[in-house]
């Protein structure tokens, strides 16, 4: 007996990124967060407890609930990307703690990459800075559209409405220029939890949601390309392991992307162009009619085809763009700067092959989001390049698909990330 695996899971799972400049209170909200919905063990508070009377700082500094690592403990800020994952009995998330220094801007876009929407945290007291600017600017460029802003340590600023009314302002300036669909503006403190799981009587101008259920309403899902299920986009299905069968045959394992698939869909395997017709997919479950965007699934083709890992399956119509030659906008985090003729390994879905540039044309501006001409990228820079593969790639426009239209450049000596690329150029970029 087969089922009808739905994306229920996938959309019930919402992915969120915290942004913000150094000390605007980041980790504390999130500390907070899981604090007041009942998150965290005895064990685990009695933990962030004793790092805080390490440092000095009090009973319970809450940002040393995201802060895991000893060496940001002993710093007091925030270097790597720390996840948490909570749940409550409206939604799971898996909350991405972002650095806010600008050193740290790889990591940062690492949490941005795969988030449904970005949890901003702005000090009311001082507005909006370029740091947490910039962080927005790259997490847009991710494809992040939704926004729940938190104008936090209101208490600092005795709860005045002209200062949580400028963040709003400035916000709503950037969320436009940024072509952010959805903004939410919130006055908080996250010190004392006004506003954060439970509503505050501090700041009666503000009747919107808390932060919680602002959380809990934002659309989820996104991070999986669940955009393709309502649109024209096909089936795309990176192949991840071949899994050979007893008794003989072989079905390929890896996520959907971009549509669901279904038994007796038409398919074509790229780059080499077969065909063929899915006469089985499998989930960890079981065996299925339809599965989800998100879901990783086994399937099996009619044809004995010769398909290896990196190979894309990929619905009929509306196929992705096969090529050796990208044009792509990529943010540069490397030591050194990124010049013509710097090769790497490029990793593109299940794929990796090595990768030279070709060509630099342009880099952005992230105050105004125009593009200039040049001919290198420095140290957190964003631009635009032009690759060329040694094996071809399989992709789409990271505008139609965060997952085929993204990929990274692999230092060949160090093994270090030191870019990530999007395919194509994004429309809020314009020429300068």
């Known amino acids: 007996m087969t089922t009808t695996t739905t994306n229920d899971d996938v959309m019930d799972l919402l992915r969120f990124a915290t942004i913000g400049s150094v000390d605007d209170g980041k980790s504390t909200l999130i500390g907070r967060l899981l604090v007041d919905t009942r998150q965290l063990f005895d064990d685990q508070i009695d933990a962030v407890a004793q790092a805080s009377k390490d440092r000095g700082v009090g009973d319970l500094d809450l940002s040393f609930v995201t802060d895991g690592l000893r060496a940001e403990r002993e710093q007091g800020i925030t270097i790597d990307v720390a996840y948490r994952y909570a ?6 998330f898996v909350i991405a703690d972002c650095p806010g220094h600008v050193q740290y801007t790889a990591n940062m876009a690492t949490g941005a990459s795969t988030a449904d929407l970005a949890l901003v945290v702005v000090d009311a007291t001082t507005g909006l800075k370029e740091q947490t ?41 950037l969320a436009k220029t940024l072509e952010i669909e959805s903004l939410t503006v919130i006055p908080i403190s996250a010190l004392n939890g006004d506003n954060v799981v439970d509503r505050s009587n501090a700041a009666p101008y503000y009747e919107g949601p808390t932060v919680l259920e602002a959380l809990e309403s934002a ?19 990176p192949v991840q392991w071949i899994l050979r069968q007893p008794g003989g045959g072989r079905t390929y394992a890896g996520m959907v992307d971009g549509a669901p698939i279904r038994v007796g869909e038409q398919v074509t395997v790229l780059p080499a162009g077969l065909t063929s017709t899915v006469t089985e997919v499998r989930t960890p479950s079981g065996p299925t009619d339809v599965a989800a965007v998100g879901l990783s699934v086994s399937v ?28 792509a906008t990529i943010c540069w985090f490397g030591t050194g700067s990124l010049t013509p003729g710097s090769r790497f390994r490029v990793k593109h879905t299940t794929r990796t092959t090595p990768g030279i540039v070709d060509t630099i044309s342009a880099k952005l501006d992230v105050n105004d989001l125009s593009l200039s001409g040049t001919s290198e990228l420095v140290s ?12 071809p790639l399989v992709v789409d426009s990271y505008g139609v698909n965060r997952i085929t239209g993204s990929f990274v450049l692999v230092d060949e000596v160090t093994n270090i990330t030191v870019a990530a690329g999007m395919v194509g150029i994004p429309t809020l970029l314009h020429q300068g």
């Open 380 to 391: 957190n820079e964003i631009g635009v390049v032009r690759l060329k593969t040694a094996d």
């Open 133 to 173: 600017r910039r962080h927005l600017c790259i997490a847009s460029l991710l494809g992040v559209r939704q926004l729940i802003v938190c104008a936090n340590k209101m208490d600092e600023g005795n709860w005045r409405f002209p200062l949580y009314e400028r963040v709003v302002a400035q916000m709503s300036a």
């Open 87 to 92: 749940a409550t009995p409206k939604r799971k």
């Open 300 to 327: 099996a083709l009619a044809d004995d085809l010769d398909v290896s890992r990196g190979d894309m399956i990929v619905g009929s119509a509306n196929q992705p763009t096969v090529t050796n030659e990208i044009e």
């Open 219 to 237: 659309p989820a899902g996104g991070w999986a390309g669940v955009h393709g299920v309502e649109t024209d986009e096909a089936t795309r299905l």
